[in-house]
C-alpha cells in the first residue's frame, strides 16, 4: 500500500478540518466564553501540528494510487478526524469522557446527529456551532471538498476512488470529465442551498446564531439540535421550512445539476427522485391520518407529520414533537423509512432509494427466473441498462447492512435496555438518523448506554456514513499484506 | 476544451493519457464497458458507453458542446459515421477520423466536406513512412524531422565499440566533425538534460539535433559503418506492411514478406507484383534461416502479437542482422523493454498522437501553437517546432541572456532555409522556426511559455 501518499491526504484533511474550525473559534470570541475558545484553539493547534508533522514526514509521497488504498484513506481520515475533531469537547470538559466525546463527534460528522448530551442548552455557543457545523462539512464529505480545492499533480483518475469510497450511492459518476470540476459543481449547489435556507429561516425572525446551527444540521440532513427540545419551540413557520430543506437535501444533487444545465426532462423522469418523494408523500398520508386524534387541528397534525417524516426519511432527526408517544403504526413507519433513507448522492443516509429500488427489481427478476429459467431479463434504470457488478454490489451491501445490524443490536442488548430502545438506537446510528425509540427517543439522548455499546454505535455511524465496504476493508486481513 | 474520443482502444487510450493530462475535459465513447471502467480509474475523465455513430450516443455525450470530436475505432466506415452525424448535431465541431483502409485514401481527402472530416489520420501509412526514414539511414534508432525536413532529432545508442564512450559533450562535435547538440539522454531508464560537462558512457540513449544534411558525416565519424540497405525482410502482412513494401519497391530495395494467412497472401502478392510473398508462420525458426534471414540487409517485425515481434527481432539481431525494426502495438516502451535488444521500437499509436496533438493544441490556442510535437526520450521528454510570429519575446538577444524556464532547451533555430544549432551568441528573429525541447511532463502550448 502506498502509505506516504495517504499519509499525504490525511495531513492535507486535517489541515482543512483545522481551517473549519476557526469559525467556531470566532463564535466563542464573540460569545466570550474564555474556556471553550482556550479550548478550541488548543485544539486546532494541535491539529495543525499533527498535520504538518505528518505532512513533512510523508511529503514526498509519490503518486499511484489503487482502489484499495483508496477506500483505506477514506476510512483512516474519517477516523483520525473523529478522534482529534473531539479534542475540543474533551480539553474543555464540557463532555469529561473521551469515548463520549468521540461519540459526539462521529455523530456530527457522519451527520447521524445522535447526541449524549441531556442538556444541550448548558453548552457553551462556540462547542455548540462546531457541533452543528461538523454536520455541514461531514455532509459532502472532507475529501470531495479536498478534491474541490486541490488539483493533484499526478496525471491520472485515482483521485476518482476517492470520490467512490467518499459519496454515497450504488453507483457514483462524475457530472462533468474532471474530477475537480464535479466536486466543485456539488460543493456550490450545497453552499447556495444552505444560504438560501439561512436567509429563509432569519425571514422568519430566528437569532442568527440558531438559523446558523439548524440550517447546517438541515444541510448536512444532521440533527443536532441547539435547544434540549430541538425544533418544537420555534414558528410553525420555520418548522415548515425546515421540512421543506430536509427534503431538498435529501434529493440527489445530480438532479440540481440536470437543472442547472436545464435538462428538465431527465430530472421528471428521474426513477429515484418519484421513488423518493412518493415513499416521503405516502408515509406523510399515513401518518397524518394514523396521529389525526393527537393533535387538535388538522394543520398542527400535518405539519408534524409532514416534518417527523421528513426529518426521519433523509436521515436528518431533529423533532417538532415527540413522536415515541405516537401510534405504533406511526413509529413503524418512521423505522422502516430509517432503514430506507434519502437518494444516493444526497447528504442523507441509510439504505437510499436507489439501492432500494436495484434490490427489487433484482428481486423481480429472480422470481420471473424462478418461473421461466431461460428468460433473459436486463435490469434497467432510467432508461440505462445496470451491470450486473453494480447488481451483485446493492445485494451485498444488503447482507453486509443486516450482519451489522444484528451484531450490533446483539452486543447493545448487554445493556439491558428495552428490544426497541436497542434496535432502533442501532437503526437511528447506523443510518445516520439519531433520535430513536424508548429510550433514545427525541426527548432523551444516549447518555444511558455503556461505553462498550457506544463504541458500537460509533462504528455503525460511521460504516453507515461511508456505506459499510470502505470501513470493513480495515478489518480484512488481505488488505493488510504486504505484497 | 471539450473533446469526445469515440473509441477507446490502444489510439484512444495513448491520447487520453496525454490529453487529460494537458488538462482538458474528455469523454469516451466505447461500447465496451469494462474498457471504460478501467480508463475512468486510470485518468480524469468521463465515459459513455454506447455506438459512438448513433445520435443517441453523441447527444448523451453532449456533441453540441464540444469543440473536437476524434474518432479513432477500429473499423473505418464508424469513424467516418460518427464524424459525420456529430457534424450534423453540431456544425461547428472538428472532428479527426482514423482512417486506415488503402482503399479509402483518395475518396477521403477529395470528399473531406463530405465526410465532414477536419483531418484524417492514418497511423499504419504513417508508420511505414516512419520505417522507412529509419531505413534510410541505419544507425539511427529513431528520427524525428523538423522544419519540413530540414533538421532532425536522432536517437543514437552509444555501445561499446563507439568513438562517443567516455567523451564529455564539450569535445563532441570535435569527434563528430559537424555541429550537433544532444538535448537528452536516457541513462538507466532515467531521462537527463545534460550540460557540457556530462561525459558519455557505454549504454546511454542520446537525442541529438542536428541537420538533415550532417546525418550522414554524423554517421560515419561515431564509427558506424553505414550500408545501403538492398533486402529488407518483413515479418507480418498487414497494412504497414503493404504501405512500407510499395514504398520501399519503388526506391528499388528487395521486399520479402512473411505471412501466416494464406488469403492475405493472395491479396499482397497482387496488390505488390515485385514483392516475395512467402505463405508461412514467421515464428517459425527454419522458415526464417530457409529465406535468408543471415543474409537480409534489415528485418522488421510487423505482426499484429508484440511478444511475436519482440522475439523474432532479438533472434535477428542474434543473427547479426544489421538493422531491426520492431512494432509495438500494445505495449508502451516500458523499462523492460527499454534493456532488450530489439533494435529500433516504433508504435503506431505514438505516431497517431503525434499527429493528433499539435492539432489539438493548434485548436486551442490558434496563435503560436506548435507546429509540430514530437514525443522522444520515451515521452519523458517531448520537442516542439514553433513558427515566430510577431509576438514572439526576446527576439534578437543572445539566447545566453535569456531567462529559460528549468527543462527547457533551444535545440534549434532555423534561419529562413539554414538550420543553425544555436550556442550562447545565437539569436532568433520573427519568422524563424525554433525547435525547444522540453523535460519532466511540462506542458508547452505556446513559445512565449518557454520563459520564466
Known amino acids: 500500500m502506498n502509505y506516504k501518499m495517504m499519509g499525504k491526504f490525511i495531513s492535507r484533511i486535517l489541515l482543512v478540518e483545522g481551517v473549519f474550525m476557526i469559525p467556531a473559534l470566532i463564535v466563542g470570541l464573540y460569545y466570550r466564553e474564555p474556556n471553550a475558545t482556550a479550548s478550541m484553539a488548543i485544539s486546532i493547534a494541535v491539529i495543525f501540528a499533527a498535520g504538518g508533522i505528518l505532512g513533512f514526514f510523508c511529503r514526498n509521497g509519490k503518486s499511484g494510487f489503487y482502489a484499495k488504498d483508496g477506500f483505506v484513506c477514506v476510512s483512516l481520515s474519517w477516523i483520525v478526524m473523529s478522534a482529534l475533531g473531539c479534542l475540543p469537547f474533551y480539553i474543555s470538559r464540557e463532555i469529561p469522557s473521551y469515548v463520549d466525546a468521540v461519540f459526539e463527534m462521529v455523530s456530527g460528522f457522519t451527520t447521524t446527529g445522535a447526541s449524549v448530551l441531556t442538556n444541550v442548552e448548558a453548552m457553551s455557543k462556540c462547542l455548540l456551532y462546531w457541533r452543528s457545523f461538523s454536520h455541514w462539512v461531514g455532509g459532502m464529505g472532507v475529501l470531495v471538498f479536498l478534491l474541490a480545492i486541490y488539483s493533484p499533480s499526478e496525471k491520472g483518475g485515482f483521485t476518482m476512488h476517492l470520490l467512490r469510497a467518499e459519496s454515497p450511492g450504488p453507483d457514483v459518476g462524475k457530472l462533468v470529465p474532471k474530477i475537480k470540476a464535479t466536486t466543485s459543481i456539488l460543493y456550490r449547489i450545497y453552499v447556495a442551498l444552505t444560504i438560501i435556507d439561512i436567509l429563509l429561516l432569519l425571514l422568519g425572525g430566528m437569532p442568527v446564531f440558531d438559523a446558523l446551527c439548524t440550517a447546517f444540521g438541515t444541510a448536512g440532513t444532521g440533527g443536532f439540535g441547539i435547544k434540549n427540545d430541538s425544533i418544537t419551540s420555534y414558528s410553525p413557520y420555520i418548522q415548515n421550512v425546515t421540512t421543506v430543506f430536509m427534503a431538498l437535501f435529501g434529493v440527489n444533487f445530480s438532479c440540481y445539476y440536470l437543472l442547472l444545465v436545464k435538462q428538465f426532462k431527465n430530472v421528471l423522469k428521474d426513477e429515484e427522485l418519484r421513488t423518493y418523494v412518493g415513499i416521503m408523500l405516502g408515509a406523510i398520508g399515513l401518518v397524518a391520518i394514523n396521529i389525526r386524534d393527537v393533535y387538535p387541528t388538522i394543520e398542527e397534525t400535518v405539519r408534524h407529520a409532514a416534518f417527523q417524516v421528513s426529518s426521519i426519511m433523509t436521515t436528518t432527526g431533529f423533532a417538532t414533537t415527540d413522536f415515541d408517544q405516537w401510534p405504533a403504526l406511526s413509529k413503524t413507519i418512521l423505522l422502516i423509512l430509517m432503514v430506507i433513507g434519502a437518494s444516493a448522492g444526497s447528504t442523507g443516509g441509510g439504505f437510499k432509494c436507489a439501492r432500494l429500488l436495484l434490490v427489487f427489481k433484482n428481486l423481480k427478476r429472480n422470481i420471473s427466473r424462478t418461473i421461466r429459467p431461460n428468460k433473459v431479463q436486463v435490469i434497467r434504470n432510467n432508461g440505462q441498462v445496470v451491470g450486473e457488478q453494480v447488481l451483485d454490489n446493492a445485494n451485498s451491501f444488503m447482507a453486509a447492512y443486516v450482519i451489522i445490524v444484528i451484531f450490533s443490536v446483539l452486543i447493545v442488548s448487554i445493556d439491558n435496555f428495552s428490544i426497541e430502545s436497542n434496535l432502533s438506537a442501532v437503526l437511528a446510528c447506523f443510518n445516520n438518523i439519531g433520535p430513536g425509540l424508548d429510550i433514545v427517543g427525541p426527548t432523551c439522548a444516549y447518555n444511558l448506554y455503556s461505553d462498550l455499546s457506544k463504541l458500537v454505535l460509533t462504528f455503525d455511524m460511521l460504516a453507515g456514513r461511508l456505506e459499510i465496504f470502505p470501513l470493513l476493508i480495515l478489518f480484512s486481513p488481505d488488505c493488510w499484506k504486504r505484497k | ?452
Open chain 2, 1 to 452: 476544451m471539450k473533446i469526445v474520443i469515440a473509441g477507446g482502444g490502444k489510439v484512444g487510450t495513448a491520447l487520453a493519457k496525454q490529453l487529460a493530462g494537458e488538462g482538458h475535459d474528455l469523454i469516451i465513447i466505447d461500447v465496451n464497458s469494462l474498457l471504460l471502467e478501467n480508463l475512468i480509474e486510470k485518468f480524469d475523465v468521463m465515459t459513455v458507453c454506447g455506438n459512438c455513430a448513433a445520435k443517441e450516443t453523441l447527444e448523451h455525450a453532449n456533441i453540441s458542446e464540444a469543440e473536437l470530436l476524434i474518432a479513432v475505432t477500429s473499423q473505418d466506415e464508424v469513424n467516418l459515421l460518427c464524424c459525420m452525424t456529430a457534424h450534423g448535431l453540431n456544425p461547428d465541431i472538428h472532428t479527426i477520423a482514423r482512417v486506415r483502409n488503402p482503399e479509402y485514401t483518395d475518396q477521403i481527402y477529395e470528399m473531406s466536406d463530405l465526410f465532414a472530416i477536419s483531418m484524417a489520420v492514418n497511423p499504419d501509412k504513417q508508420t511505414a513512412s516512419e520505417i522507412e526514414r529509419l531505413l534510410k539511414l541505419p544507425g539511427f534508432l529513431k528520427r524525428d524531422s523538423f522544419a519540413k525536413g530540414l533538421v532532425e532529432i536522432v536517437e543514437i545508442k552509444v555501445t561499446p565499440s563507439s568513438k562517443l564512450s567516455g567523451i564529455s559533450l564539450n569535445d563532441m562535435s570535435k569527434t563528430v566533425g559537424c555541429n550537433v547538440l544532444v538535448c537528452a539522454v536516457l541513462r538507466d531508464g532515467a531521462s537527463i538534460a545534460p550540460d557540457g560537462h556530462f561525459v558519455l558512457s557505454e549504454g546511454d540513449r542520446l537525442f541529438v539535433t542536428a541537420s538533415t544534411n550532417d546525418l550522414a558525416t554524423l554517421l560515419k565519424n561515431i564509427g558506424i559503418i553505414t550500408h545501403k540497405v538492398r533486402r529488407v525482410m518483413i515479418c507480418g502482412g498487414g497494412r504497414i506492411a503493404y504501405y512500407l513494401s510499395s514504398a520501399l519497391i519503388k526506391s528499388g530495395i528487395d521486399v520479402d514478406i512473411i505471412e501466416q494467412n494464406n488469403d492475405r497472401c493472395v491479396a499482397l502478392a497482387s496488390m505488390l507484383p515485385k514483392a516475395t510473398v512467402i505463405h508461412g508462420d514467421s515464428s517459425s525458426q527454419s522458415l526464417l534461416e530457409s529465406e535468408g534471414i543471415d543474409s537480409t540487409d534489415a528485418l522488421i517485425t510487423l505482426t499484429g502479437i508484440d511478444e511475436l515481434n519482440m522475439i523474432i527481432s532479438m533472434y535477428g539481431i542474434q543473427k547479426g542482422v544489421k538493422q531491426v525494426i520492431t512494432k509495438l502495438g500494445h505495449l508502451d516502451s516500458s523499462s523492460i523493454i527499454r534493456n532488450l535488444s530489439i533494435g529500433s521500437v516504433i508504435s503506431p499509436k505514438e505516431q497517431c498522437c503525434n499527429t493528433i496533438v499539435p492539432y489539438v493544441r493548434a485548436i486551442n490556442n490558434q496563435k503560436g501553437a506548435a507546429v509540430s510535437v514530437h514525443q522522444i526520450a520515451d515521452g519523458e521528454a517531448e520537442a516542439l517546432e514553433f513558427l515566430l510570429s510577431e509576438d514572439a519575446l526576446n527576439c534578437d538577444i543572445p539566447l545566453k541572456d535569456l531567462k529559460l524556464r528549468d527543462n527547457i532547451r533551444i535545440a534549434c533555430i532555423i534561419h529562413g532555409s539554414t538550420p543553425e544549432i544555436p550556442g550562447g551568441n545565437s539569436t532568433y528573429s520573427v519568422g524563424d522556426t525554433v525547435i525547444v525541447v522540453t523535460g519532466g511532463g511540462l506542458a508547452i502550448s505556446q513559445f512565449n511559455d518557454i520563459f520564466r
